[in-house]
């Protein structure tokens, strides 16, 4: 055999060295690719935890007043009102430390030459007992009746202040009713669910359970039955 038959024999060799090559390149991009497609699919859902609580915390701004001519006497009417209202919280059994005054003002001016004084006087109940706190808004009319003038807007409100305790099992709970969705989606398209691929953590909302207290005067008041709300959005790997 001749010099140039070995060297084509080589080149044929190569040649089918390389179309091999090529196939199996080929191959292995055309499954690294649809291993990419695959890995790429997903879905994105959002899943919803709610839970009714009750508030742990009622803080009652009461504001009132006392009007007339004579500084003095309008000064002793602001005063009888203050044991009014401090012996009505007493009776119904808060502590002293429990009720705070937080501000005073007075406003003077003179009308055809007479002169109109205003004392306002802000007390401030803050307590964990809640059903203690419910009893003094129910009978709060009593301090009406007692003579104590109680200006607009003095109302209990009721707080929540444990939400970072029931933070991580609500978001364990939103996730898994995300799943649920992705799973249903899955179901219907003859695929399955993968891994999380991204989430998103909603905001926590607390809103009244039986939705908002009536506005208004001095008999208006907050719950203390809170609904805690958080949604999740969360992606999906589908397979």
């Known amino acids: 055999m001749s010099w140039t038959d070995n060297r084509n024999i080589v080149t044929l060799a190569s040649a089918g060295l390389l179309t091999v090559g090529m196939i199996i390149g080929g191959y292995l991009l055309g499954d690294g690719l649809t291993r990419a497609r695959a890995a790429d699919r997903s879905v994105t859902v959002r899943g919803l935890a709610e839970r009714d609580v009750m508030a742990d915390l009622a803080t009652w701004t009461i504001a009132y007043n006392a ?22 919280f007493r009776a119904l059994g808060f502590k002293a430390e429990e009720l705070k005054p937080i ?3 007075v406003n003077q001016y003179l009308n055809n030459g007479i002169p109109n004084i205003t004392i306002t006087q802000k007390m401030q109940l803050r307590t964990t007992d809640i059903a203690r706190a419910q ?3 129910a009978q709060q009319f009593d301090l009406v009746r007692r003579g104590v003038t109680l200006q607009e807007g003095s109302a209990m409100t009721y707080s929540f202040t444990k939400l970072n305790d029931i933070k991580p099992a609500m978001v364990a709970e939103a996730t898994k009713d995300a799943r649920k969705a992705a799973e249903q989606f899955a179901q219907d398209s003859g695929i399955g669910v993968g891994s999380i691929k991204s989430a998103t953590q909603g905001y926590f909302s607390i809103e009244p359970r039986d939705g908002e207290p009536s506005g208004g005067g001095y008999g208006a008041s907050d719950t203390p039955y809170k609904k805690v709300r958080v949604v999740t959005t969360v992606d999906f790997y589908l397979k």
């Open 67 to 88: 009007t007339g001519t004579d500084i003095t006497a309008v000064r002793a009417d602001i005063d009888a009102s203050t044991k009014t209202l401090t012996d009505y």
């Open 103 to 105: 501000g005073a003002g």
């Open 135 to 137: 009893r003094a808004v």
